[in-house]
């Protein structure tokens, strides 16, 4: 049976631009130039997120800042996925503490991924009493209200309850330039991989309706945006919880209609959803990227099978091994982790070897991090975490080896650069990315960037291609 995914209802956002109008004409219409700044961590989700917060601070009448010590609101939108990323917002909430000596009315708030835990919310309730308004990804929403509450009450406000989530269309949003862009097609997860935390803070997973996407996307392109990130969890079980058989794939198949030039991309990739028809889509269509993020997190069966991916070793080759037949010029990318709880060096090899045979264009290697409330939180984990670090170097080495031949095969190629900005290297001072999200630094003219531009490949290192742009 389909799950029932609750929208919210177009007079509910309503009302929270009612809420936008009263903070900006009973508590900031004294101040002539309120700031606000928003700080994100984590991934693109939390990116996009990020931008929803800008938008709904906008229409506050708040000028954004990344200045989070003058600042009159600061937020930090937090991700939980492993410790190390908690660790650092604790050291924030600590710095800005310290801060509020100087600017005692500053308002401080904490949203995102972090904020959704319990363990985290009661943490901030009882030791950090100077944050005042606290909401997880559930709420974010309605921040417009939550943030005229703390105006309103002066006293801290709270909306940390658990839920399954719903889904918000019509949220302004504050996008960076106009070259690239993150639309979300679907929140939360439903996968739960042992080690994570994402469908604990995320919810369940729901898509947003296909006509909402396509609108969006069509609204970008003639905005001039030319590389739209379509995002999700899982973006290959997108439409599972909608009426009829419409999935990702016919997704994709419909954007890349839209006529215009453009890069679309889309991530992350779940192997256990991913299916022949989304590589044939993806080998027939005119504008989606030939790159593609599929992560294997381990090359070792069992170590899948207690990580609860569903999918084998095999599965995972056969369908890189289809989809680079069908686009030979297909960029891979992958996430692994090293030193799940009882993973043997064995085990660890068989990961590396799967990444020394597949030759990943790039790979995003994590040790493993205990998140407390998931399972494999529970699992004996013997091995140090000197061990680990062996290991994870080990396969680094690998890795950097393989991203130094691919880079190199580069050289003396010209190749389409999307011209994305400008660098701080004086010899190369504009970057770009190629159609497989390749970054290039390239010579040229500051003119070129917004737009695509034919680069002659002419030199090479670990994390980038150097070029020059050729005149068409
Ligand atoms: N939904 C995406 C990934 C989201 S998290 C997917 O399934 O592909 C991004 C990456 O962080 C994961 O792919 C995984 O490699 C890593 N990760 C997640 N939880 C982790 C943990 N507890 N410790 C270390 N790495 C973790
Ligand atoms: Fe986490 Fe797995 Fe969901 Fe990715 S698919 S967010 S790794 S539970
Ligand atoms: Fe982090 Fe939440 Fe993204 S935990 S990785 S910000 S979904």
Redesign the pocket.
């Known amino acids: 049976m389909k799950q029932e995914t609750t929208t919210i209802a177009a007079e509910d956002i309503a009302r929270q631009q009612g809420f936008c109008q009263d903070l900006k004409n009973r508590f900031l219409v004294g101040n002539t130039t309120p700031t606000a700044c928003v700080d994100t961590f984590g991934?693109q989700q939390n990116v996009a997120d990020g931008q929803k917060l800008m938008g709904m601070l906008q229409e506050m009448g708040f000028t954004l800042t990344s200045d989070t010590k003058t600042a009159d609101v600061v937020i930090l939108n937090t991700c939980a996925?492993?410790d190390h990323a908690e660790q650092r917002v604790f050291g924030n909430l600590g710095a800005l503490k310290h801060n509020l000596k100087q600017n005692p009315n500053q308002i401080i708030c904490l949203c995102g991924c972090m904020a959704q835990q319990e363990r985290v919310s009661q943490r901030i309730k009882e030791t950090y009493r100077h944050v005042s308004l606290v909401f997880g990804p559930h709420a974010l929403w309605k921040f417009p209200e939550l943030l005229y509450n703390v105006y309103q009450s002066k006293k801290r406000v709270f909306s940390v309850a658990p839920e399954d989530g719903t889904i918000a269309e019509g949220l302004p949003i504050v996008r960076e330039g106009n070259i690239r862009a993150w639309v979300s097609i679907m929140y939360g997860?439903n996968?739960f991989?042992s080690?994570?935390?994402?469908p604990y803070v995320r919810g369940r997973e729901r898509s947003r309706a296909k006509e909402d996407v396509l609108e969006e996307v069509r609204g970008l392109i003639a905005d001039g945006f030319k590389e739209i990130t379509l995002l999700g969890?899982?973006v290959n079980s997108y439409g599972n919880d909608l009426e009829g058989d419409y999935d990702f794939a016919d997704l994709l198949a419909d954007i890349d209609k839209i006529e215009g030039k453009y890069y679309i991309r889309f991530m992350?990739?779940?192997p256990k959803d991913a299916t022949y028809k989304l590589f044939d889509v993806m080998a027939g269509s005119e504008h989606i990227a030939r790159q593609l993020h599929l992560?294997f997190?381990s090359g070792n069966n069992r170590v899948l099978e207690v990580m609860n991916r569903r999918y084998t070793r095999e599965k995972y080759l056969d369908l890189i091994h289809y989809a680079k037949a069908k686009m030979p010029d297909l960029v891979v990318t992958s996430?692994?982790?090293i030193g799940f709880p009882g993973e043997t060096a064995e085990e660890v090899e068989d990961t590396i070897s799967l990444v020394a045979e597949e030759g990943f264009d790039a790979l995003?290697t994590?040790?493993?991090?205990?998140?407390p409330g998931?399972k494999?939180a529970e699992f004996p984990d013997p091995v140090s975490r000197e061990e680990k670090q062996v290991w994870f170097d080990k396969l680094l080495n690998v890795q950097n080896k393989n991203s130094g031949i691919r880079h190199q095969a580069y050289v003396g190629q010209t190749i389409e650069v999307l011209v994305d900005g400008e660098s701080d290297d004086e010899e190369f001072p504009l970057t770009g990315r190629t159609e497989g999200n390749r970054l290039v630094r390239l010579k040229g003219d500051k003119n070129l960037i917004g737009d695509f531009a034919m680069v002659e490949v002419t030199g090479c290192n670990t994390f980038a291609l150097n070029g020059v742009a050729t005149p068409n």
Do not use: E, G, L, M
């Open positions: 991934c996925i492993r997860c996968n991989c080690y994570c935390i994402v969890q899982n992350s990739s779940h992560p997190q996430d692994v982790i995003f994590f040790i493993y991090s205990p998140r998931t494999a």
